[in-house]
């Protein structure tokens, strides 16, 4: 039998010459909060097929009563998968059109917890809001930096807001 070895906290030096790590629960750095929402841009990043980076972003969102929705976003060139790690959600999206908001055409769906989302490209869409729980924590994965440079976020005239209710 070989000699036995002895786990210790993960901590960012010891671990750095093997990879990377973050607490999706409680994530820290650099973020931007927007209506109940806090997102915290690609603090861990992997390459995949040789330049491209993907990036796995916390995402925590503020429960909504009643959920009124005021705006959607939406990317040309990429799609996006969502994690949702601890609480049932509601999630809304429209198809891709164009850049002419579609408030009309969406659908509201409940996504259970530890379920795994993507998004097509040009799909509409914006933070799930959570069901039970004060706070949801999300997981968005898509390429570094997609919400610099290929994220339209249109606010919809008041005339359009609607309410999810489930």
């Known amino acids: 039998m070989k000699p036995?070895?002895?786990a210790i906290p993960i901590d960012y030096e010891s671990f750095q010459p093997f990879g990377t790590f973050i607490n999706m629960l409680e994530p820290t750095?650099?973020?931007f909060e927007d209506e109940g929402s806090i997102f915290y841009?690609?603090?861990?990043?992997m390459s995949v097929s040789g330049r491209e980076q993907i990036a796995f972003s916390?995402?925590?969102?503020?429960?909504?009563?009643?959920?009124?929705?005021?705006?959607?976003?939406?990317?040309?060139?990429?799609?996006?998968?969502?994690?949702?790690?601890?609480?049932?959600a509601v999630m809304h999206v429209a198809?891709?059109?164009n850049h002419v908001i579609v408030p009309d055409k969406t659908k509201?769906?409940?996504?259970?917890?530890?379920?795994?989302?993507?998004?097509?490209?040009?799909v509409w869409h914006l933070s799930p809001i959570?069901?039970?729980?004060?706070?949801l924590?999300?997981?968005?994965?898509?390429?570094?930096?997609?919400?610099?440079?290929?994220?339209?976020?249109?606010?919809?005239?008041?005339?359009?807001?609607?309410?999810?209710?489930?």
């Open 4 to 6: 036995a070895i002895t």
């Open 29 to 31: 750095g650099n973020c």
């Open 41 to 45: 841009p690609d603090p861990v990043q």
């Open 58 to 88: 916390p995402l925590i969102v503020k429960k909504q009563n009643p959920i009124i929705v005021k705006r959607a976003e939406y990317h040309n060139w990429t799609g996006e998968c969502i994690y949702f790690i601890d609480d049932d």
């Open 95 to 97: 198809p891709p059109s």
């Open 108 to 122: 509201a769906f409940i996504v259970p917890q530890g379920t795994l989302v993507k998004l097509n490209t040009g």
């Open 130 to 135: 959570p069901i039970h729980n004060d706070l």
């Open 137 to 166: 924590h999300l997981i968005i994965i898509m390429p570094e930096r997609v919400y610099g440079n290929d994220c339209f976020v249109c606010d919809f005239p008041e005339e359009d807001y609607f309410e999810i209710k489930f």
